[in-house]
C-alpha cells in the first residue's frame, strides 16, 4: 500500500491515534500538522511548507460520517458563546479499524510509529484489571449484579452524571481497548455495554461497529 494508494481521512485517523486521539479530544490544527509529519505531499500548501487545515478539515468530516464507518467524532471551527468548539476524537469504531489496518498504513506512510506504545497500553491494562468492577466480571463472567455506581467508578465521573458524560468517557476507554486488543478486557467492555444499556444507549450511539 504506497502513499498515493492511502485515503485521506484514514491517514487523518492514523495521526489523530498518534496524537491521543483515543483519550482526548484533538484540535484540527494539531491533527493537521501531524498529517504533514506523516504524509507531507498529501497534506501541505502548494507554495509554502505548511500544512492544509482544510484538507485534513474535509478528511475528518469524512472519516466521520456513517458510510465510511463513523471512525471519528467532532467538529471543526464552531464556537459556541464565544468558546471553540474544535476537537476530534477516535470511535471505537475507529480505533478497531485501525487496529486492523495499522499495519499497512505504517508500510504505506513509511513510519514505524505505533498508535499505542507498549508502555501505555500496559498502564490502560493494569489501571482496567485492577478496577474491582472488572474483578466482578472475572469472577462470575457477568455484571447483573453490578450497581451503576461501580460502573461509572471505572468511568471516574459521578452516577448522576449526563448521559452524554458517561457515553463519551465509556467510548474512551473502549476506544482504547480496541487498539490494545485485549480479549478479556473487550469481553469486559461489551458486557458493560449489555448490562447499561440505559446509560449507554445503542451501539451505534457510541461509535460501535459500522
Known amino acids: 500500500m504506497p502513499n498515493e494508494d492511502v485515503k485521506s481521512m484514514h ?40 500544512p492544509d487545515k482544510e484538507l485534513v478539515r474535509k478528511a475528518l468530516v469524512h472519516a466521520s460520517e456513517e458510510k465510511n464507518g463513523s471512525l471519528v467524532t467532532g ?9 471553540s468548539r474544535d476537537g476530534w476524537q477516535l470511535t471505537p469504531a475507529g480505533a478497531e479499524w485501525l487496529r486492523r489496518n495499522e499495519s499497512l498504513l505504517k508500510t504505506g506512510l513509511a513510519t514505524t510509529t505505533t498508535a499505542v506504545p507498549k508502555r501505555e497500553a500496559q ?25 451503576r455506581y461501580a460502573f461509572t467508578d471505572l468511568l471516574n465521573c459521578s452516577p448522576d452524571a449526563p448521559l452524554e458524560t458517561i457515553r463519551i468517557k465509556f467510548n474512551r476507554i473502549s476506544s482504547m481497548a480496541e487498539l490494545v486488543n485485549d480479549r478479556e478486557v ?25
Open 75 to 83: 467538529r471543526s471551527g464552531m464556537e459556541q458563546r464565544g468558546k
Open 11 to 50: 491517514i487523518a485517523v492514523y495521526a489523530l491515534s498518534l496524537l491521543g486521539g483515543t483519550h482526548t479530544k484533538v484540535h484540527t490544527e494539531e491533527i493537521a500538522t501531524k498529517c504533514m509529519e506523516v504524509a507531507a505531499n498529501r497534506f501541505r500548501w502548494e507554495l509554502y511548507d505548511y
Open 186 to 210: 473487550l469481553q469486559f467492555l461489551a458486557s458493560c455495554k449489555t448490562q447499561f444499556a440505559n446509560l449507554l444507549g445503542p451501539a451505534k450511539a457510541i461509535g460501535g461497529k459500522p
Open 123 to 147: 498502564r490502560f491494562l493494569s489501571k482496567i484489571k485492577s478496577e474491582p468492577i472488572f474483578q466482578m466480571f472475572l469472577a462470575k463472567r457477568d455484571l447483573s449484579d453490578v450497581s
